[in-house]
Each structure stands twice: as structure tokens, then as C-alpha cells.
Nanobody
Framework: QVQLVESGGGLMQAGDSLRLSCTASRRDFSMLYIVGWFRQAPGKDREFVAGRNFIIGTDADYADSLKGRFTISRDNAKNTVYLQMNSLKPEDAATYYC?????????????WGQGTKVAVSS
């Protein structure tokens, strides 16, 4: 399995932008795995945020409520996938996790990072 490390979280204000990073332990991981971002707020279930199959170049998939504000992208040379978050809202506060799964598998069996916390003040 690939090891993933998220970074970039912090305390933000409503309306701010923030970019989270997910760096993998192996080269070209985004060409081998389907990559996704999830988040979990205190007392809530983990929810899907964004994902993309860079392997075959399909369009990114986003949670309906986040379309237009969040963007998933990658830098292959840095083994890193990003989550750009714009116009942050207090309800975006959560721990954000990166996940990577091989095609044909499920997110439940993915590799997961340890998470990075995002707080948003109103």
C-alpha cells in the first residue's frame, strides 16, 4: 500500500481560500491509484469531498454541495495531489483525509493519510 501524508490545514476565516496537499510515498502514485479527499467533522460521519481517476483522465467528481468551490488537482513531479478550497464556510471545518485506491477496489480498502485539520471561523 502507498503511504499518504496530508498537510496544509489550519485556522481560517469564512471566505478564505486554502490548499491542502496529499503527498505519497511512491512515484507516480496518481497514475496508479484513484485519489480522493474525504472529511469528517466532530460527531459526524466521514463524507466524500472530491475524487479523480487521473489514470484514465476522467473528470473529477465532487460532492454536490461543494461543486464550484473545491478543486482536486495533482503535481506528478511532487507525488502530490491537492485540494483547493475557496470561499470557505464554517461548515467546511473538519479533518480532511486523502485516500488512494486501486481501480476496482472500494474506498473502504484504500490507503488513508492521518488527516489535516481545518477550522473556519465566522
Amino acid at each position: 500500500q502507498v503511504q499518504l501524508v496530508e498537510s496544509g490545514g489550519g485556522l481560517m476565516q469564512a471566505g478564505d481560500s486554502l490548499r491542502l496537499s496529499c503527498t505519497a510515498s511512491r512515484r507516480d502514485f496518481s497514475m496508479l491509484y484513484i485519489v480522493g479527499w474525504f472529511r469528517q467533522a466532530p460527531g459526524k460521519d466521514r463524507e466524500f469531498v472530491a475524487g479523480r481517476n487521473f489514470i484514465i483522465g476522467t473528470d473529477a467528481d465532487y460532492a454536490d454541495s461543494l461543486k464550484g468551490r473545491f478543486t482536486i488537482s495533482r503535481d506528478n513531479a511532487k507525488n502530490t495531489v491537492y485540494l483547493q478550497m475557496n470561499s470557505l464556510k464554517p461548515e467546511d471545518a473538519a479533518t480532511y483525509y486523502c485516500a488512494a485506491r486501486v481501480p476496482g477496489s472500494t474506498w473502504a480498502t484504500s490507503s488513508w493519510g492521518q488527516g489535516t485539520k481545518v477550522a473556519v471561523s465566522s
